[in-house]
């Protein structure tokens, strides 16, 4: 009888708040892709852009995760005054930033090219990571291609961090064979080079090439561990 007084008293006890129940601390920026590579079309004339997909994905995820976890958004490709400098930080963590998400990104227009590490260390100043926990999720079809170091960079924010994780999202990655504009990329080909972004602070990186690979991808990142389990089946990798 004991046991099944137990029961019944925890049912009808009040649920947690969804971060108290998932230990999701830690504020997240969200670093999208809207180089013009995301709107190219490939072989298939009929297929989905890139920014189409990726677009799919972020209407399916940032519903599940947004209530979890205050995420914010930056995004690099068009806009700046030359091809390299289109780095907007749409807003900073907010709590359920789902809706503002997938409208921002809805309206992004891709161009320029691919300033990851300045768009990282952009994201990571958002998150005052010098004194704050905080995660970085980068989401990039390609190489840094505006002449930036993101090795360097990760090994810097590792230094210089309280607490500070990035993973990277490599999403139908497109290889290029001119690493001029990318010192770092050598030794990273079929991938991307800010690889070396999560390798130095224990983030993960995840290669994807469908929408519901992302999908997982971008709940295994952003999510917390009930969201992970619950959506992909397994608890995230990443700390946060």
């Known amino acids: 009888m004991r046991a099944i007084a137990l029961c019944l008293a925890l049912a009808v006890l009040p649920g947690p708040t969804p971060q108290a129940a998932t230990g999701c601390a830690a504020d997240a920026m969200l ?22 997909e990726a677009r799919a994905a972020l209407r399916r995820v940032m519903p599940d995760v947004a209530p979890y976890r205050r995420i ?10 030359h091809p390299c400098s289109g780095i907007t930080r ?3 963590p907010m709590p359920d930033a ?3 998400v997938v409208v921002a ?12 590490a300045a768009s990282v260390a952009a994201a ?7 004194t704050q926990p905080g995660i970085v999720v980068l989401v990039t079809d390609g190489n840094e291609t505006c002449g930036g170091t993101p090795c360097a960079l990760g090994a810097a924010l590792t230094a210089e961090a309280r607490d500070l994780t990035v993973h990277v999202i490599g999403f139908r990655v497109v290889h290029d064979p001119f690493s001029w504009n990318s010192p770092e990329a050598q030794g990273y080909d079929g991938q991307t080079v800010a690889k070396c972004l999560a390798d130095a602070t224990g983030g ?10 992302l999908v997982d991808a971008l709940r295994e990142t952003l999510g917390c561990p009930l969201i992970g389990e619950l959506g992909a089946g397994a608890p995230p990798r990443g700390r946060g």
């Open 31 to 52: 670093v999208f892709d809207g180089s013009g590579s995301m709107a190219e079309v490939g072989h298939d004339p009929t297929a989905a852009t890139r920014i189409i």
């Open 72 to 81: 914010g958004l930056l995004s690099y490709g068009a806009g700046g005054s």
């Open 90 to 92: 749409h807003f900073a």
């Open 98 to 100: 789902a809706a503002a």
């Open 105 to 116: 990104v809805d309206a992004l227009m891709p161009g320029g090219l691919t300033p990851i």
């Open 124 to 130: 990571a100043e958002v998150l005052e990571y010098r």
């Open 204 to 213: 993960v990186f995840v290669s994807t090439e469908t929408v519901d690979e």
